[in-house]
């Protein structure tokens, strides 16, 4: 079982940055691909970021962007403090929405019906 507790939303003018921090709970953290989500207003949640297992090595293999996202936003995460990490740069109004952190066992994926634990949500609001 995995707990996961995001932080570190707010409110920022657009072309700002905000970093947003998953804290994860289990002692098999490495072994868990980790995403994050988002979900606007009477949108459906859709993929930002997914970040694969360590497997012990603290850093992640592989990582996947969004396309809206790639060249913007950073993910990475420590399995020594079990967090992962998303800095978002040059934020835009369409960012705004629920940030979501989500862990799956095994492979990463870009589904959010394929990852088994969330976080409550953080909110990101980008003012023009």
């Known amino acids: 079982q995995v707990q996961l507790v995001e932080s570190g939303g707010g409110l920022v003018q657009a072309g700002g940055s905000l970093r947003l921090s998953c804290a994860a709970s289990?002692?098999?953290?490495?072994?868990?691909?980790m995403g994050w989500f988002r979900q606007a207003p009477g949108k459906e949640r859709e993929f930002v970021a997914a970040?694969?297992?360590?497997?012990?090595?603290?850093?992640?293999?592989?990582?996947y962007y969004a396309g809206a996202v790639k060249g913007r936003f950073t993910i990475s995460r420590d399995d020594a403090k079990n967090t992962v990490d998303l800095q978002m740069n040059n934020l835009k109004p369409e960012d705004t929405a629920i940030y979501y952190c989500?862990?799956?066992?095994?492979?990463?994926?870009?589904?959010?019906?394929?990852?088994?634990?969330w976080g409550q949500g953080t909110q990101v609001t980008v003012s023009s």
């Open positions: 989500a862990g799956r066992p095994g492979l990463l994926h870009t589904t959010a019906g394929e990852y088994n634990y």
């Open positions: 289990g002692r098999t953290f490495s072994i868990y691909a």
């Open positions: 970040i694969s297992g360590s497997g012990g090595s603290g850093s992640g293999g592989n990582i």
